[in-house]
């Protein structure tokens, strides 16, 4: 079997070099093995997990969460409890931030059609930057 390279072992899985040496690091991806120049050489399955890891960091998990779905993918045949509470978790974050994103898009709507694009002295955008208390949502 052809051992990889870590410039493609980054190139195939989408993570640029130094963040593989990083997941390296902190033990989402095990040691690979060394060539006799001692320059790291990488199998398929690291290459799998790396673009999962990528995957998963693109879908917004944190690393913990990560490794925690890397264990249970590393033994199938246990029960997907923890993986769905892992999800289901992440999904309540995306949904929270996507409330705090459209208040802050109505607070953008409201500052925007408030502006008399007179002067500056008159300027909604600004009065409002100015004063948090004219905002309509507190928490945006």
């Not at 001692?38 to 490794?67: C, K, M, T, V, Y």
């Given at each position: 079997?052809?051992k990889?390279?870590i410039?493609?072992?980054a190139?195939?899985s989408?993570v640029?070099?130094?963040?593989v040496r990083?997941?390296e690091?902190i033990?989402?991806l095990a040691?690979p093995s060394r060539s ?10 690291d290459?799998s997990?790396l673009a ?15 490794r925690?779905?890397?264990t ?5 045949h ?5 993986a769905?509470?892992?999800?289901k978790?992440r999904?309540v974050e995306?949904?929270q931030?996507?409330?705090?994103l459209m ?6 709507e409201?500052?925007v ?6 002067r500056v002295?008159?300027c ?14 507190p928490?945006?």
């Amino acid at each position: 079997m052809k051992k990889i390279t870590i410039g493609e072992a980054a190139r195939q899985s989408g993570v640029k070099v130094p963040t593989v040496r990083y997941y390296e690091s902190i033990g989402l991806l095990a040691a690979p093995s060394r060539s006799e120049g001692n320059q790291r050489s990488f199998e398929p399955a690291d290459i799998s997990r790396l673009a999962f890891i990528r995957h998963a960091r693109e879908l917004g998990f944190e690393i913990d969460a990560i490794r925690t779905l890397l264990t249970l993918q590393d033994d199938p045949h246990q029960s997907c409890a923890s993986a769905d509470a892992i999800a289901k978790a992440r999904l309540v974050e995306v949904e929270q931030r996507i409330r705090s994103l459209m208040a802050l898009k109505a607070e953008l709507e409201i500052m925007v059609e408030g502006c008399g694009h007179g002067r500056v002295d008159q300027c909604r955008v600004i009065e409002v930057l100015a004063d948090h208390g004219q905002c309509m949502h507190p928490h945006h």
